[in-house]
């Protein structure tokens, strides 16, 4: 009986401050979008108000597609594919020797550590339109520019990705590989590589999917691909060939991600 009331005494205690909590939670959010709405001048009603017309502009603009112009969007789409494949597996040769330097569990030494962490932060922060930017100031105008870009934004995001699954692995490997002896490589070898590789692999497939939707993205900036060509109609007012370029797109995309996740669902 002494526990029970115990037991309740200490729930009735614990309410109150529980309620406290999550008022405070809660007005603080509140307050984030109040902040929001004002300083982006959001309206529900001037939101709404534009699916009239944007549907219009699908019903009257887009549609028929132009079915003429499928052969010199294919060809396109078939570009960009390339740029995002040759971009993540250059990222993919370039980030694996670096991930072992990234993970605490391997680099024990906390200024190169830190350095590289510190590194691949920087590289992370730089949005991928201003390092195709950059790209394009240095090699200039088409798809190398983007395959570039691409590389090192997603050089950093395997590291960044894959050292953090090489620091939660299981350490009773390595220390039984150290305690016999064993120096780095082999540790390497034999206690980290059968642990993190169908990770890294599901990893790139991930990366894949990302840099497909990006360089769509950077071909505005003149990183090559798919991009360019909508650019292109866009400004011709040529919504017809849009339409069936962003269909094409659609397709493209929808069949690599339904791909890609297969795949990695059954390397992890």
């Known amino acids: 009986m002494k526990n029970q009331k115990a037991s309740s005494e200490k729930v009735r205690l614990y309410l109150p401050s529980f309620y406290i909590k999550m008022s405070v939670i809660i007005g603080l959010i509140a307050g984030l979008y109040y902040v929001a709405i004002n300083q982006t001048n959001a309206s529900l009603g001037r939101i709404l108000a534009t699916f009239p017309i944007f549907f219009r502009m699908l019903r009257e603009d887009f549609f028929p597609p132009d079915f003429g112009y499928l052969s010199t969007a294919l060809g396109q789409l078939i570009e960009t594919f390339n ?13 694996f020797p670096l991930l072992f330097f990234s993970s605490a569990t391997l680099n024990r030494h906390p200024l190169s550590y830190g350095g590289i962490r510190f590194l691949l932060t920087i590289i992370r922060s730089i949005p991928n339109i201003i390092m195709v930017v950059l790209m394009v100031a240095v090699v200039g ?26 620091e939660s692995i299981d350490e009773r490997p390595i220390q039984a590989i150290q305690a016999m002896g064993g120096n780095m490589p082999q540790v390497i070898r034999y206690g980290v590589l059968p642990q993190i590789t169908p990770i890294y692999l599901s990893h790139i497939l991930y990366v894949l999917e990302i840099n497909l939707k990006a360089s769509v993205v950077l071909g505005f900036v003149g990183a090559g691909g798919i991009g360019q060509l909508i650019r292109r109609q866009m400004s011709l007012f040529r919504y017809d060939r849009l339409g069936l370029i962003i269909f094409c797109l659609f397709l493209m995309i929808s069949l690599i991600d339904y791909i890609s996740q297969t795949v990695r669902s059954r390397l992890v």
């Open 141 to 166: 105008l088409g798809s190398v520019s983007g395959i570039l870009a691409l590389m090192i934004y997603s050089a950093a995001i395997l590291i960044k990705l894959t050292s953090e699954s090489v």
């Open 83 to 95: 740029i995002a494949l040759i971009s993540t597996t250059l990222a993919a040769v370039l980030a």
